[in-house]
């Protein structure tokens, strides 16, 4: 019998391809989505195979209904950017906070495994890298917070109602239907032959390729203990160097322009991923330069 599963945010970035995966393993899938930046159109090659609902998640009656007829919930849901986050916390809190509470109580409440997507944003700029998940947490920025504060919310409720969980911290993912992100920014202005922006430059970030992503989510769906590990490339990258990588596969006749580093933005990050290999068995198999190459 076919597993059903309510994803959250499913027409967006990473929750579409997450759905796509799901369906064509024989799943029965539900995504809600509100569309403040997902998409129907992300959803077309499955849309006849799922049911689609245009919700939100602060709305605690549709959510318990909505949990209540499925087996397991991927929540991935969120204002999902620093930039924004900054811009308007208010909205950040109430979706990534609120949002996240009335998840987590309706599984627990209908015993229900939930499966998060939280950020390497909670660790802020790192210590050490590569970063392990016991490395301190201090977000720098409201989106960061959001992220801990949902998955502070989601341990204590597996404490004290007995929530199944799994927390996937990913790195910098990219991949096709994201925008508005650093690669899908560079490489559409590098497609047209114009100057590349960036903001400090000798940021060191971690970035991993949509595919490998899925992988995960797919590895933790299967693995039925209480887990939290890092998802990313566990390999470092400069803007500057990614702004390079990009113009050169391009061919960008265009200039690199370096302005200040924007406030809280992580200065650098590494994922270390010992622990995803050893409870998931999972592997990243794109370099950074496999990935953009597919999306040209």
Request: net charge negative.
């Amino acid at each position: 019998m076919a597993d059903k599963i309510l994803i959250t945010g499913g027409a967006g970035f990473i929750g579409s391809h997450l759905a796509e995966a799901l369906v064509n393993k024989g799943n029965d899938v539900i995504v809600v989505d509100n569309l403040s930046r997902g998409h129907c159109e992300n959803l077309n090659s499955i849309i006849d195979k799922i049911n689609f609902v245009n919700g939100d998640i602060t709305d605690h009656e549709l959510i318990r209904d909505l949990i209540r007829s499925s087996d397991t919930v991927f929540h991935l849901a969120a204002l999902s950017r620093v930039i924004p986050s900054i811009d308007d916390p208010e909205l950040c809190f109430k979706s990534n906070i609120e949002g996240t509470e009335i998840i987590a109580r309706s599984c627990a409440r209908y015993g229900k495994r939930l499966i998060f997507s939280s950020s390497r944003e909670v660790y802020g700029t790192a210590n050490y890298i590569p970063v392990d998940e016991e490395h301190p947490l201090n977000p720098e920025n409201p989106y960061g917070t959001s992220k801990l504060a949902g998955e502070k919310i989601i341990e204590s409720y597996s404490k004290c109602y007995h929530l199944r969980y799994a927390i996937l911290r990913l790195a910098n993912v990219y991949g096709d239907r994201d925008f508005d992100r650093v690669i899908p920014i560079f490489i559409k202005n590098s497609l047209n032959n114009k100057d590349l922006i960036i903001y400090g430059g000798q940021q060191i970030l971690d970035f991993v390729y949509i595919t490998d992503v899925i992988e995960a989510f797919l590895k933790a769906f299967v693995n039925q203990e209480n887990l939290k590990v890092n998802i990313g490339s566990g390999k470092g990258t400069t803007l500057l160097e990614l702004a390079n990588m990009i113009k050169y596969l391009t061919k960008n006749k265009g200039k690199i322009t370096i302005q200040d580093k924007r406030t809280g933005e992580v200065e650098k990050f590494v994922s270390k991923i010992n622990k995803s290999h050893e409870i998931l068995n999972w592997n990243p198999e794109f370099s950074l330069e496999e990935g953009i190459k597919r999306l040209l």
